[in-house]
């Protein structure tokens, strides 16, 4: 299989990581273009074979899978360089969520799909959600399934909830990770615990909880019964959480769905101009 990946910043770049470190591509199979060179050449660097593309088009010719891997309003310059070289039986991936599906099928004569990818896929665990364009048949996307579950779980869903899917799967590891360093920083301030073993302790913590709730069959509720007794030190802990965060989720996807709803009217506008 030829994969054209066409940007190599954070999330392009983690990509291509992954599928190599997996065993999922080789790199004889990648070919990468990027607009900074020194990324490109960087990641060709760590992976020898890599192939670094003199230009998006190069990268996307004769490409099985050509992943859009870049910034929502760079879309419509890629679009433009790489348009002349792209056919029916490709699959153009765009990693992307305020470019819609539809959009992108009046714009290229590729079949198209959308993938968003999550920072833990890094790690070959986390979920990457799906989306399937009208011209995919089913090998196709078992051809895509069967790429992604190398790093990741694939889940398909409805392209209406991308917003509040990617916020759970692709924004939640930062989310948490800010409640864990407040954590961390909470213990160190009140009792003076070493911040190094306060950090070892509740990495560890987290770690644990997600295999439990991934594996152990247990849900966050149960979890929270099995964790605290009642009048306990965990109950009356987990009661003061309540009041001190009590709306802040429903706030933080508000803010999300705003910012989205922007996003989509000028990634639209910047693609529908000619």
Do not use: W
């Not at 209406?160 to 301030?189: K, T």
């Amino acid at each position: 299989m030829k994969v054209g990946l066409i940007g190599v910043g954070s999330m392009g770049g983690l990509l291509a990581g992954s599928f190599l470190r997996a065993g999922a591509l080789s790199p004889a199979e990648v070919t990468i273009a990027s607009r900074t060179l020194s990324k490109a050449e960087a990641l060709a660097g760590r992976y020898p074979g890599l192939a670094v593309a003199p230009s998006n088009a190069v990268a996307a010719q004769n490409a099985d899978l050509v992943f859009l891997c870049v910034k929502p309003l760079d879309f419509r310059a890629v679009l433009d360089d790489i348009l002349p070289v792209l056919t029916p039986e490709q699959i153009v991936v765009s990693i992307t969520s305020p470019v819609k599906i539809a959009l992108l099928e009046e714009l290229v004569p590729s079949k198209v799909a959308k993938i968003i990818p999550s920072v833990v896929n890094e790690a070959g665990i986390g979920a990457t959600l799906f989306m399937f364009g009208t011209r995919l048949d089913e090998r196709d996307r078992e051809r895509l399934l069967r790429l992604f579950s190398a790093i990741s779980r694939p889940v398909e869903i409805p392209e209406e909830d991308i917003r509040v899917a990617s916020d759970l799967s692709s924004c939640g590891p930062a989310f948490f990770a800010y409640l864990l360093e407040q954590f961390i920083e909470a213990a160190v301030d009140t009792t003076g615990i070493a911040r190094e073993l306060a950090t070892v302790l509740a990495c560890e913590m987290l770690a644990g909880t997600s295999r439990l709730l991934r594996e152990g069959g247990c849900s966050p509720a149960e979890l929270q019964r099995r964790v605290s007794v009642p009048g306990g030190i965990t109950a009356i802990a987990l009661e003061e959480l309540g009041k001190a965060t009590e709306g802040a989720f429903s706030r933080v996807l508000q803010k999300t769905h705003e910012k989205f709803a922007e996003d989509l009217s000028k990634v639209e506008a910047s693609l529908r101009r000619s």
